[in-house]
């Protein structure tokens, strides 16, 4: 088997990186995907810098809830504090480094390390440790588990910056606000909530190769016609050379897939899940009452949107998926069903297509992980070196927001991440 790491010569070798040799408008290296060294500097200019999606409030709904998660690479513990308060605690013993939890998800008061039984609070702080003589004097306020430094969320989903200073969350999610309000308001209730547990599926290829692919519509006409033809879905009409749906991007590394010119066309409610108005009732009743039926109706036509916030949650109609790197080669994604508080009926058939479709049997991952691990071994090779990433290019234009869209096989969202990337590895 082919070696995935590249055997040709290291970019970053060189003394320092010009990364205009790197990314070119409408090319990208084959090294950005392999070069360990740069993947380095990845991780601390993007994963450590910037915001980092982590959980949703809903995973911890009662105090001293947590579930682990992570920041990049490295695992953080999610928490909800004695007052609600969502925390976020480095997994890591100040004594001699082990991890202090263990355990994926549970209710816990405190933490205790495993190696020598240091304690503490759920909220991070110093609560005791074994014969506490040997630490007389010590000051153990200075002794308690990391806290992640900025922590805040929009609409229940949870984000974290390991910097102390920087944009704020409303300043990096920017227009992709607007997309998680258009999740939300699918919801009777007005809220989401992630409570099916996750699925883990691991590639071995580069994360950015899975960033792109998830705003990517020029690939599931090819990579997923088997199951769409056997499902008798009729998401080949979306992404079609004639369909009118939109590939958008947002700034800030944000991309999306915007479906709704296509299923405004059909004129159908529910037509963007693959059902009828017919056959959920309830949910459609639920709607009504929470919306108006004028209103409901136009959420129910535009659907869930398909959007990749930068760099890690992807939220694709019915799943939310989470995108961990774990070296220049590995990478994770952990997908759950969307589900919509207090709407029982669309839940079910959630939790059923999201198994059918990313599940254990399902498809969708398989294809995609076979195309990832395909051209991560492809960009390992030597020639050519650059990958083309300038299809629709010449047909890009602004919309009537200002953002710069192209037809949805064109590659606008890929140069977007691009161009945001660059300005996040030049920042000192």
């Known amino acids: 088997m082919q070696s995935h790491v590249s055997a040709r010569r290291s970019v970053s070798a060189d003394k320092g990186i010009d990364w205009g040799d790197l990314i070119r408008e409408d090319r990208v290296h084959g090294a950005l995907y392999t070069d360990p060294a740069i993947f380095e500097i990845e991780l601390e200019r993007i994963w450590r810098r910037t915001w980092v999606y982590v959980g949703h409030e809903s995973e911890v709904p009662k105090p001293f809830d947590y579930v682990m998660k992570s920041i990049g690479p490295e695992p953080v513990i999610m928490s909800r504090g004695r007052d609600g308060e969502i925390i976020l605690l480095h997994n890591r013993c100040p004594h001699r480094g082990n991890h202090v939890c263990v355990s994926q998800k549970g209710t816990a008061r405190s933490f205790t390390c495993p190696y020598h039984g240091w304690t503490f609070n759920a909220d991070g702080g110093m609560r005791g440790m074994p014969f ?199 990478t994770v994604q ?17 939790r059923q297509q999201t198994m059918g479709s990313v599940g254990p049997a399902g498809f969708l991952l398989a294809d995609d992980a076979v195309m990832y691990e395909g051209t991560q071994i492809g960009v390992g090779l030597s020639n050519p070196e650059w990958l083309f990433i300038g299809r629709g290019r010449h047909r890009e234009r602004l919309d009537e927001q200002g953002f710069l869209v192209g037809n949805a096989t064109d590659e606008t969202t890929t140069r977007g991440i691009w161009r945001h990337y660059r300005s996040l590895v030049e920042a000192a």
């Open 132 to 330: 506490p003589a040997g630490y007389d004097k010590v000051d153990r306020s200075t002794l308690g588990l990391g806290r992640v430094a900025r922590v805040a969320s929009y609409k229940g989903f949870v984000f974290a910056s390991l910097a102390a200073a920087g944009p704020s969350l409303d300043e990096h999610l920017g227009a992709a606000k607007d997309a998680l309000d258009a999740v939300c308001a699918n919801s009777p209730s007005g809220e989401v909530e992630l409570t099916c547990g996750f699925l883990k599926h691991k590639v071995k290829a580069n994360w950015k190769f899975v960033v792109e692919n998830e705003t990517d519509g020029y690939h599931p006409g090819f990579v997923h016609s088997s199951i769409f033809q056997v499902s008798g879905s009729r998401i080949t009409e979306l992404y079609g050379d004639a369909s009118q749906s939109l590939a958008r991007y947002l700034g800030n590394g944000h991309t999306e897939i915007d479906l709704r010119p296509e299923f405004r066309k059909r004129g159908e409610p529910l037509s963007w899940f693959g059902t009828t108005a017919a056959r959920l009732p309830q949910y459609v009743s639920q709607m009504n009452e929470a919306y108006g039926e004028e209103k409901a109706r136009e959420i129910m036509i535009d659907g869930v949107p398909h959007i990749m916030i930068y760099p890690n949650l992807f939220i694709a109609e019915i799943q939310v998926f989470s995108i961990q790197p774990l070296a220049v080669d590995e």
């Open 334 to 350: 952990h997908v759950t069903a969307l589900q919509f508080k207090g709407a029982p009926e669309i839940n079910r058939r959630l």
